[in-house]
């Protein structure tokens, strides 16, 4: 819970950064290895704290995972050869382990328990459980399954053709893996078009799933083969030195090796409608795409963000938000109220952080509604044990005058290892 001293009013920043792989690529390389047969190699792995606790709990389902800093190898038997856990799996701090593991655990039978840190039992599970015991797994948990920690007891299941209420990409994971292991058809509808990098992997394994509009099949009984995944770096991580970029003077900051996932591009989109000097070169189109962004110092103004957009950018908000204090004009945030059920209430948290600074911000019950053109002064600020948090408080401090100290900087770990060393050879 120590807090760290923030650079303050740097005059510029400059160079070229690989950051570390993605989260949500890392977490599914696991548990397609384990669920595949045969032995999956993954390439730039992320050994962030989140995707370290996904490697835990399937070593305690008896799958055989050694990592060495990014370079990991797992021995899948397939979803047959997962065993049942002595242990309560842990997931830590990680909303993608729990909700895509309950859909793997739901078609095995045996009774296994899962909980994680004081930030995953405030987090709502009835959104997977409720679909999950419709396919046929007997779950319990606090208030009725609503929160963890969670039993789950898997077996035969038939089916579903469900559609989401919200646009989850973990939801729609969770529902897909259980239905891979059930009898029939499973169909998924989805409100809005969430990261797809589930669907894609379950092609990379062999598998075959269907995409037909906003509906999502995939049949029971299939077989996945091993294979090697090479994770492009995490766009969600690139986003702060994007951000940092564009709002401090006289920089240029190449990012390389990024994911270029349609589905996660939002920020693009919206740096360039700001008006900010960005340029990607895409050099891998196949599979999951990638490539560089390049970010200078940049003349920005508001926009509406809202709709389709949200889910492309969803974790990407925070910092965004930081952006639009740094820009002329008035920023609207609409259409992300699943802000308010991540690692913590990122609407509030926002809000009340930046405010603090000196930001003009108002919080809604959907976004937030931003005054641009503030002058930041440094002050102590907290992540609140949220990655996204920390890292943006921590950008935020390279435009503010005056002295700032980030209380628990350790949640960066989650998804950032790493990430100050980063930073710190950026700034002239
Ligand atoms: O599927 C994933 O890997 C993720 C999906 C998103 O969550 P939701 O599905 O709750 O929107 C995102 O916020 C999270 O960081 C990772
Ligand atoms: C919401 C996040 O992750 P998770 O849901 O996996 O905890 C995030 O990384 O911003």
Request: charged content about 25%; aromatic content about 4%; hydrophobic content about 40%.
């Amino acid at each position: 819970m120590k807090s760290q001293r923030l650079q303050t009013n740097v005059k510029s920043l400059k160079g070229m950064l690989g950051v570390p792989g993605d989260k949500s690529i890392s977490h599914r390389s696991i548990m397609f290895g384990a669920i595949a047969h045969g032995e999956t190699t993954v390439g730039n792995f992320l050994p962030g704290a989140d995707c370290l606790s996904t490697i835990s709990c399937f070593r305690k389902l008896g799958v055989r995972i050694e990592e060495e800093d990014s370079a990991v190898r797992v021995v899948g038997k397939g979803f047959e050869g997962l065993e049942r856990p002595v242990e309560m799996l842990d997931v830590g701090n990680s909303g993608t382990t729990i909700r895509l593991m309950l859909g793997i655990l739901a078609g095995r039978e045996f009774e296994a328990v899962l909980a994680g840190d004081s930030s995953i039992a405030k987090r709502p599970m009835t959104r997977v459980v409720k679909p999950l015991r419709e396919l046929g797994a007997v779950i319990d948990g606090e208030n009725d399954g609503k929160f963890t920690p969670l039993t789950i007891k898997g077996g035969k299941l038939r089916g579903i053709s469900y559609e989401l209420p919200m646009a989850s990409a973990q939801v729609k994971s969770a529902i897909l893996l259980a239905g891979l292991q059930a009898e029939g058809e499973t169909v998924v509808i989805e409100p809005t078009k969430t990261r797809d990098h589930t669907e894609r992997m379950i092609a990379e394994f062999g598998g075959r799933i269907e995409r037909d509009g906003d509906r999502i099949t995939v049949k029971g009984n299939q077989m996945f083969r091993a294979t090697h995944i090479e994770v492009p770096g995490d766009i969600s991580s690139a986003a702060f030195f994007m951000v940092a970029a564009a709002i401090t003077k006289n920089s240029e900051v190449k990012l390389t090796n990024v994911g270029l996932n349609p589905t996660r591009t939002g920020i693009i989109d919206v740096m360039k409608q700001m008006g900010a000097d960005i340029e990607v070169e895409t050099l891998k189109k196949k599979g999951e795409p990638s490539g560089n962004i390049i970010v200078r110092s940049s003349n920005l103004k508001g926009i509406e963000i809202s709709g389709d957009l949200i889910p492309r950018l969803i974790d990407e908000i925070p910092v965004i938000a930081l952006l639009a204090t740094q820009a002329q004009g008035v920023t609207v945030i609409k259409d992300a109220q699943e802000l308010k059920v991540k690692e913590t209430n990122r609407i509030d948290t926002v809000a009340n952080e930046l405010a603090s600074l000196g930001a003009d911000i108002t919080p809604t019950e959907d976004g937030m509604i931003i005054n641009g053109g503030a002058k930041l002064t440094g002050r102590t600020v907290s992540s609140h044990g949220d990655h996204r948090i920390g890292m943006m408080l921590a950008i935020a401090g390279l435009v503010a005058q005056g002295e700032m100290d980030l209380h628990d900087p350790s949640a960066i770990e989650v998804s950032y290892p790493g990430f100050f060393e980063h930073l710190s050879t950026l700034i002239d």
